[in-house]
T-cell receptor
């Protein structure tokens, strides 16, 4: 069975600083990996996805993520955060032919001036 | 356009009421999903419809009854709910299952959700 771990429950970053959110997955074959962002009381917005190919993927809002098979990781990065990036971030894993997504427990990002 | 529309945005209901949540997408997606999300928790899958047929029911109590009248519309009928059912209910849609030779992508697009309060 697939699983996702987001080790950081809450991260606080200064505006303009760089960001890295961690995600580790467990899956026997090649996973499909996603990062979603959720603002309070809102739905989930897809930031980026990895299916195959280039292990560094670019997403919306200046985010990127790197798939590292050897570390079973798919960490999300942004070089300079903005106050509007404050939200909950979920990493998720899917698989071929399987409609189910398994979500991590989320990381809440707070931005301070 | 990757829009999934959910109505209503907010719903308050008593434990004896019957209500319905509605979800609509016009992206030609053939898989649609209902999730339940409690505060500070990740979404939990409830149901999956694929080509208008129920393909996954995650052992959801019968007081939740899904319906997929056509490929663009997904309903969740609610009856005799409990206060612990209060949550954000999210709908999502995606293209059909991957077919060989394509990465046709189980990319799920989510609606903004319905905030349900059961009194």
């Amino acid at each position: 069975a697939q699983s996702v771990t987001q080790p950081d429950i809450h991260i606080t970053v200064s505006e303009g600083a760089s960001l890295e959110l961690r995600c580790n997955y467990s899956y026997g074959a090649t996973p499909y990996l996603f990062w979603y962002v959720q603002s309070p009381g809102q739905g989930l917005q897809l930031l980026l996805k990895y299916f195959s190919g280039d292990t560094l993927v670019q997403g919306i809002k200046g985010f990127e993520a790197e798939f590292k098979r050897s570390q079973s990781s798919f960490n999300l990065r942004k070089p300079s955060v903005h106050w509007s990036d404050a939200a909950e971030y979920f990493c998720a894993v899917g698989a071929f032919g399987n409609e189910k997504l398994t979500f991590g427990t989320g990381t809440r990002l707070t931005i301070i001036p | 356009d990757t829009e999934v529309t959910q109505t209503p945005k907010h719903l308050v209901m008593g434990m004896t009421n019957k209500k319905s949540l509605k979800c609509e997408q016009h992206m030609g997606h053939r898989a649609m999903y209902w999730y339940k999300q409690k505060a500070k928790k990740p979404p939990e899958l409830m149901f999956v419809y694929s080509y208008e047929k129920l393909s996954i029911n995650e052992s959801v109590p019968s007081r939740f009854s899904p319906e997929c009248p056509n490929s663009s519309l997904l309903n969740l009928h609610l009856h005799a709910l409990q206060p612990e059912d209060s949550a954000l209910y999210l709908c999502a849609s995606s293209q059909d299952r991957e077919t060989s030779g394509t990465l046709a992508k189980n990319i799920q697009y989510f609606g903004a959700g319905t905030r349900l309060s059961v009194l």
